[in-house]
């Protein structure tokens, strides 16, 4: 412990910790930081205009003429969290540390974004110092790699959970990674305001030891969003305790934190494409309220109650628990598929849509809609009964499903509506797929009781993304427009534009 204690100087600690990053919590702290500051120190003192112009010009249609104009738009928060990202990342890249460390750079960036939005939603005082706390939490990896190169491997190991990993920090270094963390930072001159939550980042608000208020209700949300950060990366058995701790310090129920959770899955995702960053492994699609489904709870009362009739028979649960295991596992399958046709439902295309409209905004790629009704669905319902009704969606996904390009997304969206979604190549890629689906719809003959032929068809409702469009919803409600014009003149044909005299196939 003495030996790495004395390796941490100021000048270690500023291989790792940007000098401008000091400065501005300084300004901040002092009550000095405003527009006239944050630009001199962006611009003038450490020459980041390039970066930060590059970032925003990436966010936006139209061009981000200065550093003035993008602090008026974004404000001064907002671009200090682009310098903070852009000048760690800096440090990678100058160490030859990003191909190491660029699982361990998203997984700060997901703390940072998760503790900045869980302190807003408490009403902290100063909710940016639970980023920067989030951010640098564990800083001590990348000294760790430089130094101590041999134990970072069984550290990093993949059987090690976060306490089995701490431990071993413990009995080799003689510390854990967030002493180090805070070490380095306190070298660097970073204040205990921030350097406290990133010493105690693996502690609950009952186990901090602070006098001060502010530092222990930051650290309170920096735990929060490292115990988020191991549930998405190592350990969803954390989910039920994650649950509990946020509604303890947010003091909500777990129905008012759906749109959290989608706020800081979506600034995530946003803040690493803009730092060229895409292969990251979060699972996107995957949003975590379904962690907290109430199907999960009774499984998990229905295992204790097993286990207390099953005591002596250890083979039976054994069982059990694998059966539990296996449901778990499927859970996030189940939260993302229609049940009766297997293909994905409407929460999942909403993700899908939402990254679509990101990436198709942000870096001019394409992308476009198919929006589907089946014809008199109502009336095979009731002249057949719902049974049969039930066989001709299945059918009808199997037949969609081999007909379109295997990049497409089918979804279901209501009882007999469907939305396709298809990368965009030309401007009439959308035509050609609704008519070939249409087509092969028409001619599949769909059987009652084995000698009654029943006529399906369908009408469909085109729409490409152009820059014109302003939002997902625009752009679906676009598609079901033309899909009511398909079925106001005639159904089983495709609309592609808004003038029946044009669209009509």
Not at 237 to 261: C, P, S, T, Y
Not at 387 to 410: M, P, S
Request: a positive charge.
């Amino acid at each position: 412990m003495t030996e790495l204690k004395n390796l941490i100087t100021k000048s270690v600690a500023d291989i790792f910790i940007p000098k401008i990053l000091k400065e501005f919590v300084e300004l901040a702290n002092s009550n000095k930081m405003n527009k006239k500051s944050f630009i001199y120190l962006i611009t003038i003192k450490y020459s980041y205009e390039k970066q930060i112009l590059q970032y925003f010009r990436k966010c936006e249609k139209t061009e981000i003429s200065s550093v003035e104009s993008a602090v008026d738009k974004f404000g001064i928060e907002l671009c200090a969290f682009v310098i903070f990202n852009i000048s760690l990342m800096e440090k990678l890249n100058n160490n030859s540390l990003r191909d190491c460390f660029i699982r361990m750079f998203e997984k700060c960036i997901f703390t940072a974004v998760s503790s900045y939005y869980i302190a807003k939603k408490a009403n902290l005082r100063s909710p940016w110092k639970a980023y920067l706390a989030g951010l640098y939490s564990n800083i001590s990896y990348f000294f760790i790699y430089k130094y101590y190169p041999e134990h970072l491997q069984k550290i990093m190991s993949i059987e090690m959970n976060s306490i089995t990993r701490m431990n071993y920090e413990w009995e080799t270094l003689g510390m854990t990674h967030s002493d180090i963390s805070w070490m380095i930072l306190g070298k660097a001159g970073i204040p205990e305001d921030i350097r406290g939550p990133v010493r105690n980042h693996h502690l609950k608000r009952s186990q901090v030891v602070c006098e001060d208020k502010h530092i222990k209700e930051t650290c309170a949300s920096v735990y929060l969003g490292s115990m988020l950060t191991t549930v998405f990366y190592e350990n969803f058995a954390l989910a039920i305790d994650f649950k509990q701790e946020i509604q303890k310090h947010l003091n909500i129920q777990v129905v008012g934190l759906d749109d959290l959770f989608s706020t800081i899955l979506l600034e995530f995702k946003i803040k690493l494409n803009l730092l060229d960053v895409y292969d990251f492994t979060i699972p996107g699609y995957f949003s975590i309220i379904e962690l907290f489904q109430n199907t999960l709870t009774e499984k998990n009362t229905e295992l204790k109650e097993a286990k207390q009739a099953l005591s002596k028979e250890k083979k039976q649960r054994l069982k059990f628990q694998k059966v539990l295991e296996s449901y778990n596992k499927k859970l996030v399958g189940i939260a993302i598929k229609d049940p009766l046709t297997g293909i994905y439902n409407r929460r999942y295309l909403t993700e899908r849509l939402n990254d679509e409209f990101i990436k198709a905004t942000k870096y001019n790629s394409s992308f476009l809609i198919i929006t589907c009704d089946i014809d008199h669905f109502k009336n095979i319902n009731d002249t057949y009964g719902h049974g049969f009704g039930d066989e001709v969606l299945v059918k009808l996904v199997q037949v969609i499903a081999k007909t379109i390009r295997k990049a497409d997304l089918l979804a279901r969206i209501g009882g007999e509506e469907f939305i396709i979604l298809c990368n965009q190549t030309n401007d009439y890629d959308g035509i050609l797929i609704a008519e070939k689906v249409r087509s092969q719809i028409e001619k599949t003959a769909f059987v009652y009781e084995k000698n009654t032929v029943v006529n399906v068809t369908m009408s469909f409702g085109v729409a490409n993304f152009t820059k014109n469009i302003k939002s997902v919803q625009e752009l679906m409600e676009l598609s079901d427009n033309r899909l009511y014009l398909a079925k106001e003149n005639g159904r089983n044909r495709v609309v592609y534009t808004d003038s029946t005299n044009e669209a009509l196939m």
